[in-house]
Antibody
Framework: EVQLVESGGGLVQPGGSLRLSCAAS????????MSWVRQAPERGLEWVAS????????FYVDSVKGRFIISRDNARNSLYLQMNSLRADDTAIYYC?????????WGQGTMVTVSS | DIQMTQSPTSLSASVGDRVTITCRAS??????LAWFQQKPGKAPKLLLY???RLESGVPSRFSGSGSGTDYSLTISSLQPEDFATYYC??????????FGPGTKVDIK
């Protein structure tokens, strides 16, 4: 079964850090671009970051540039999002998604809450 | 950045109704458009891509059309399981994709 499973979310204080993970299974992970998308409570979907198949290119929404780092380990079939200097407006469910041009496979999401 | 708008923001409909949701891009996106369905507490699910191509396993009552800047999603006969929020997404500027604000379809 093709599947993505996120982990690593939780409650963190403003200015803190978290590392999200996304475990892929059921497909050849290294042949797909991968992305992170977030959804603030009762809000819409926002693209956060994307990474090329071999990890050589990375792209970020302006609001997280310099604070978040997307990475991948193709040997471990895993995608990561290192989130630093977290702010209250980063509070959201974070989804990883397989990028087949359209995002065809999504994980179940992991909740990140930034609050003191 | 390419901005996406959707209309209506929400709609109430009955089982069996024909429902159409529209999506407009701030510039031409050459059919690089996807539609997603999201139910409460669940991840979005891909319904259509390239504006009109049905994703595998998606019922044929869902269809998409459009060109240039204007696109639409139609549900030909609304079923109970279709009550959800629908999002359009442009990937013309991939990887910097943008989503519409969503249209919530609920029961009349």
């Amino acid at each position: 079964e093709v599947q993505l499973v996120e982990s690593g979310g939780g409650l963190v204080q403003p200015g803190g850090s978290l590392r999200l993970s996304c475990a892929a299974s059921g497909f050849t992970f290294s042949t797909y671009w991968m992305s992170w998308v977030r959804q603030a409570p009762e809000r819409g979907l926002e693209w956060v970051a994307s990474i090329k198949r071999d990890g050589s290119e990375k792209f970020y929404v302006d609001s997280v540039k310099g604070r978040f780092i997307i990475s991948r380990d193709n040997a471990r079939n895993s995608l990561y999002l290192q989130m630093n200097s977290l702010r209250a407006d980063d509070t959201a469910i974070y989804y990883c998604a397989r990028d087949r041009t359209a995002y065809d496979i999504w994980g179940q999401g992991t909740m990140v809450t930034v609050s003191s | 950045d390419i901005q996406m708008t959707q209309s209506p923001t929400s709609l109430s409909a009955s089982v069996g109704d024909r429902v159409t949701i529209t999506c407009r891009a701030s510039q031409g996106i050459s059919n690089s458009l996807a539609w997603f369905q999201q139910k409460p507490g669940k991840a979005p699910k891909l319904l259509l891509y390239t504006a009109s191509r049905l994703e595998s396993g998606v019922p044929s009552r869902f269809s998409g059309s459009g060109s240039g800047t204007d696109y639409s999603l139609t549900i030909s006969s609304l079923q109970p399981e279709d009550f959800a929020t629908y999002y359009c997404q442009q990937y013309y500027s991939a990887p910097r994709v943008t989503f519409g604000p969503g249209t919530k379809v609920d029961i009349k």
